[in-house]
Every structure is written in structure tokens, then in C-alpha cells.
């Protein structure tokens, strides 16, 4: 941890005001602290109480002044010492120095390497001991030596529960680290008991599934998750109960998200008293899987078609023109013509046929680009209206955000062409057709054609994605729905069909924001208020950023220097503890934008204000963007 020359000047000042003596080495045997009292205790020079001194040299200086008593051999001494200090032991000792005092030496390695000893002055304990035994006349020999024997024991036990409560602190300080490195996961880790119910929790649970609560220690797992998810993920709990670890992925059906957990049985011996549950959100990942399998199934059918389409290509080709040869002879019965047309007209299909298997089996890649949903919507129409005359309707539903977001529009655009004219196909005359979109949940953007046609008759239900498939007899090619579903699936989507009144076919892709002269990543967001950090974290993940959380200077830290992907850090000026972000400033090699509600005559907010990449709060989600644009344009 970093310190301020102001804290350590605190910490050694304490130091000096307490009575033991005291001195730390650190595990390459150099001088860290030599309080006063130890200083005066062995009337050390200044020039050996320096932090960096030696160990080697302070020995030295005490073993010349006869601090050891009488020594032979100087150097062997210093180097027995020495290898002492490298196989540094926790110990309690007393010894008397050469100039009479007694002294107790307790001594124990710290947790990163190094040593620190307390020297107590237990001269004048000895001595009333000695009195004691002098001056007492009833008390027998045996109980006098009992006496000193505990008194020695218990100045050996407050050394051993000091060691025990240091112990303890570390302990404490590492579960918090733990406890703090859990709750920064991107995930939630739990345990639950043999009775269903939470005992663990990092309180991730709403992030990775949004509507829920977390705070659900003490809840079973049913109360937590819900019955709908409960019933999805009750069955693997059970196994895991029976010892079987199980992964799977399900969807959040309240927050359409895409979730992987992980059951590992909590078991000692073979008998199992928990399960460990870790659970995160795939939903991206998901979409990107699903996208390189489309993409992977094109290719292979691009290799299958290809050779294929090349061959019945070359023989169309003949087909049209030994057949444009005989409609020019001459003397060709009366019914030849009606034949020939119809052989042009067949292959001249033929053709068009596998312009469209080119176009579903080609290198097409999905290209997103930023597009507003209102104005793609209302370009449709224009589009889309000329194609179906008077005699039908279209009615389109947005109920978009207004916000940027990353679509392929063009193949989107083709898609939800081909549909409304399928729609007008299936449609009798004066027939409505209604495109409703909407978002769910801010990750999926739902796009519905409906009509008041008949319907998909319940063969259609089940193959009208399949390639080839047509209800429309010699007029229909098949390749429609294929090609839309295609479009669907390479941008990570997906297609669903239904009745309702009419056909309904349901368009499923993600939506993701567009961050404009930003690119997406991990954020460090530093702020002490719950509340803010859960809306400012929101605003993060919405422009398609990761956030981590701190909620002081002295976390932050440890987040940076433990975590080197961290791109961005946000944070407000005054915060939990001494240092204020305009400390953190200081120290972070990231871009950093400092945010504060501290009124403009405070001098915080001056001090801020100068650096730039600077927020007034409230702010809006454009500012922050702006914001955290200008601090890495300042950066780089």
C-alpha cells in the first residue's frame, strides 16, 4: 500500500510513544522501523536507526559494546546470527544483558517476509521475585519456584496471544480481500446448504440475473430464484446433492439473459454438506457463439453447392441456348414453341434459383454499424409501402429507444422486406400487416410481422425455415424464411413462428449500444454511495463498458495493481477515507474523469475542474460518455 510521508510520520510517532522497545527487519535483513525506546535500550548511533541499515552491521555494533558478553570469534558470531535471521522463527526468550538489566525478547515473521522483535525492560519483575523469595518465611521452596515458573509462563503466553492476535488480524484482513476480490467478480458465487438455503452469497445475483434481489442469505433457493428459474435449476441442484457436479446454460426467462452455472458439491469425505454455485451471464457470449456457428454452417455449404452450382450452371447454360437455337428454326410444329418457351422459362428460373443459394452460401459477414432504430424503422416504410399498392396496410409499432445502436441495417433492411412481402402473399386483398418492434430487457431488440392472413398451416410451422421449402406450388423458390433466418443467425439471433390470428414470425437479435469515439472496456468506478454506483454502473454497462467497483482510494489501489486490464477509471472527488480522488489522480496511469455534486466555490471542485475530463452530478448518460471520451483523447 502506498503511504502518505504524513501517515508514516503517524505510524512512527505511535511507535515511539510506546514503552517496549521495537525494531523490524525486512526479509532481505534490511532495517525497516528501530523505535526510540530501542534506540535508548542499546544506545544506538543515528546512523544505525536509518531505514536500510544492515541487520549484519547492527549486530556488529551490539556484539563490539559486549551486548552478548564476551565473543571469540566476531565474524562467526555475526554470521551465526545471520543465518538465524534468514530461517527466521516466531520465539520468547529472556536473557540478561551484560549490564545487569533483564530483558524478555519476543519475536515473529511477518506475512510478506521480515521479522519485527519487542524488547521489555522486566528488570524490576525480577527483582520483586527475587524479594519475594528472600524475604518469605512461611512459603515453602517448591511454591516459590511454582511462582516464578508461572510468572515466566504467562509473560511466554502474552507473547504466544499477541503472535495469536496478529495471526488473527491477517486472517481477518485476507477474508476481507477475499470477500472484497468476490463481490468485484463478474458473477455470482454462493453456497447453499443441505436445506436449499443461502449461507454464502457476493451479491452478484442481480447481475447476473436483473430483477432479482441480493440479499438472499437465509432465503431457499427457490424464494431467491423464483419458481419459473427454480423449476430449470432445481433438477441439478438435486444431482449435485448427490454428489454430481453439473454446468449447463439456461435463459432468465424475466430478463431474456442467457446464464451459465456451475454446481460443484460442497463434500468432505464423500459426504456431501453443501453445493458451491457460480453463476454467470453468457448472453453476449452466447449471441457470438451462435453467429460463428452460422457462419461455420455456411461455409460448409458453400463447399457442398459450390461445385454443384458450377456444373448445373454450365448445363443451364447449354439448356438456354440450344434452346434459343431451335425457337429461331424455321418449320417447327405448331405446339414447338409453346415447348421452347417453357424450357427458357424453367432454366431462366433455374438460374435465378442459384443466384439465391450464391446468396445464403456466400462470404456474407454480418457488419453492424450504428443505426437509430426510429429513423431505420421509418426508412422501412418508405420502402416497404410501394411494394404492397392499395390494397393492403402496413402498420408499424416502434417502441424503441432513441438511442445508437450497432445492426447490420442492410441485412435487417432485406430481411424484414422479404417478410412483409410474404405477408402480403399469404394476405387476401384489403389485409393488414403490422411490424411491431420492441426492446427487452435493453439486450434484445424484438421485431414481429404479423398479418391477417390464414396462417402457417402446422407443416409450415415445422419446415418453413428449411432451405427449399415452399407453400407457394411452382411460384416459391423456399429460400425466403432460409435466407431470413440465415441473416438471423449470423448476427446471433433467432427466429421464431407462431399463430395468432394470422402468421406471426418473431426476429430475435441483440442489441447493443453504440459508444461513438470510445471504445468498450473495463471501467474502475470509485464512489462510497451504494446508490450512485448502481446507477452510474448502469449507465457504464449500457454504452457497453465491464465496471468494477471500489469505494475508497485504498481499494482502487489494490484493484489497479492486481488487475492490468483496467481501461477506464471514473471517479468521484470525495470518497471514504483520508485520500480524495484527486489522490488517485495521481497515482493511476489509466485516463481518469472525476465526477463530484461539491458546489463550484469548493476548492475540491476547483482543483478538479482544472485537470478537465471533469462531471458536475447529476449528468446524463451523453455527458458521461462525452466525458470519459475527452479524459482517454487527453491520455493518449
Known amino acids: ?133 528472600a524475604r518469605s518465611e512461611v512459603l515453602s521452596e517448591q511454591v516459590l519456584s511454582r511462582s516464578e515458573e508461572l510468572a515466566s ?120 454438506r453443501g453445493v458451491y454455485v457460480l453463476s454467470m451471464d453468457v448472453t453476449e457470449e452466447t449471441q457470438t457463439r451462435v453467429a460463428l456457428q452460422q457462419t461455420r454452417r455456411r461455409e460448409m455449404a458453400a463447399q457442398l453447392t459450390s461445385g454443384l452450382a458450377h456444373d448445373f450452371s454450365n448445363l443451364l447454360t447449354i439448356i438456354l441456348g440450344m434452346q434459343g437455337k431451335l425457337q429461331r428454326m424455321d418449320d417447327l410444329p405448331s405446339d414447338a414453341h409453346h415447348l421452347i418457351n417453357a424450357t427458357l422459362a424453367a432454366a431462366r428460373r433455374g438460374g435465378s434459383l442459384l443466384h439465391r443459394i450464391a446468396d445464403m452460401t456466400g462470404p456474407r459477414q454480418f457488419s453492424p454499424v450504428p443505426v437509430r432504430l426510429p429513423e431505420f424503422l421509418s426508412e422501412l416504410e418508405i420502402m416497404a409501402s410501394p411494394t404492397l399498392g392499395s390494397n393492403y396496410h402496413l402498420h408499424i409499432d416502434g417502441d424503441v429507444p432513441n438511442g445508437v445502436f450497432n445492426i447490420d441495417a442492410g441485412m435487417l433492411q432485406d430481411s424484414l422486406l422479404n417478410l412483409i412481402l410474404n405477408a402480403r402473399d399469404a394476405t387476401p386483398p384489403g389485409g393488414q400487416i403490422t411490424l411491431s418492434a420492441r426492446a427487452v430487457q435493453d439486450t434484445w431488440l424484438e421485431i414481429e410481422i404479423a398479418d391477417t392472413g390464414p396462417g402457417f398451416s402446422p407443416q409450415a410451422l415445422s419446415k418453413a425455415l428449411h432451405p427449399f421449402f415452399t407453400t407457394k406450388g411452382g411460384e416459391g423458390s423456399g429460400l425466403g424464411l432460409a435466407m431470413v433466418y440465415d441473416m438471423t443467425k449470423l448476427a446471433g439471433g433467432d427466429v421464431r413462428l407462431f399463430n395468432a390470428g394470422g402468421a406471426h414470425v418473431v426476429l430475435r437479435l441483440p442489441l447493443r449500444a453504440s459508444v461513438a469515439g470510445l471504445p468498450a472496456g473495463l471501467v ?77 466555490c469548493d476548492p475540491l471542485h476547483q482543483a478538479a475542474a482544472a485537470r478537465g475530463a471533469f462531471l458536475q452530478k447529476p449528468f446524463t448518460p451523453e455527458a458521461l460518455r462525452l466525458a470519459l471520451t475527452l479524459a482517454a483523447e487527453g491520455a493518449a
Open 1 to 133: 500500500m502506498n503511504r502518505t510521508p504524513s501517515h508514516d510520520a503517524m505510524i512512527e510517532a505511535g511507535l515511539n510513544l510506546i514503552q517496549q522497545a521495537m525494531s523490524i527487519f525486512d526479509s532481505d535483513l534490511r532495517l525497516v522501523l528501530i523505535n526510540r525506546p530501542m534506540q535508548q535500550m542499546f544506545n544506538l548511533p543515528n546512523a544505525l536507526v536509518k531505514p536500510g541499515v544492515s541487520f549484519r552491521d547492527v549486530i556488529r555494533y551490539l556484539a563490539q559494546r559486549g551486548e552478548y558478553g564476551e565473543v571469540d570469534d566476531l565474524e562467526d558470531f555475526i554470521a551465526v546470527r545471520v543465518e538465524l535471521a534468514r530461517a527466521f522463527e516466531a520465539h520468547y526468550m529472556e536473557r540478561t544483558r551484560a549490564n545487569g538489566r533483564v530483558i524478555s525478547v519476543e519475536g515473529a515473521p511477518l506475512p510478506d517476509g521480515g521479522w519485527v522483535t519487542v524488547y521489555t525492560d522486566i528488570t524490576e519483575t525480577k527483582r520483586q521475585e527475587a524479594l519475594l523469595r
Open 153 to 272: 509462563s504467562n509473560r511466554a503466553l502474552a507473547s504466544s496471544n499477541a503472535a495469536l492476535e496478529e495471526t488473527k488480524h491477517q486472517l481477518t484482513h485476507m477474508e476481507a480481500r477475499t470477500r472484497l476480490t468476490a463481490q468485484m467478480m463478474p458473477a455470482h458465487i454462493a453456497h447453499i446448504d443441505l436445506a436449499q438455503r443461502y449461507t454464502f452469497s457476493n451479491r452478484r445475483l442481480r447481475d447476473v440475473m436483473p430483477g432479482s434481489t441480493d440479499e438472499i442469505v437465509g432465503l431457499t433457493a427457490a424464494q431467491a430464484l423464483g419458481a419459473p428459474t427454480y423449476a430449470v435449476i432445481g433438477p441439478y441442484i438435486e444431482r449435485a446433492f448427490d454428489g454430481v457436479p453439473s454446468v449447463f446454460e439456461f435463459t432468465h426467462a424475466p430478463s431474456s439473459r442467457r446464464v451459465r452455472v456451475a454446481l460443484t458439491p460442497d463434500s468432505t469425505n464423500g459426504e456431501v
Open 524 to 600: 474502475l468506478l470509485v464512489e462510497d454511495s451504494e446508490d450512485l454506483r448502481m446507477s452510474i454502473r448502469d449507465m457504464l454497462v449500457e454504452q457497453g463498458h465491464q465496471v468494477l467497483e471500489a469505494t475508497s482510494v485504498h481499494e482502487a489501489e489494490a484493484l489497479l495493481g492486481s488487475l492490468p486490464d483496467i481501461a477506464y477509471v471514473l471517479s468521484d472527488i470525495r470518497l471514504g477515507g483520508a485520500r480524495t480522488g484527486l489522490d488517485l489522480a495521481k497515482i493511476v496511469d489509466q485516463p481518469i474523469t472525476l465526477m463530484t455534486s461539491l458546489p463550484t
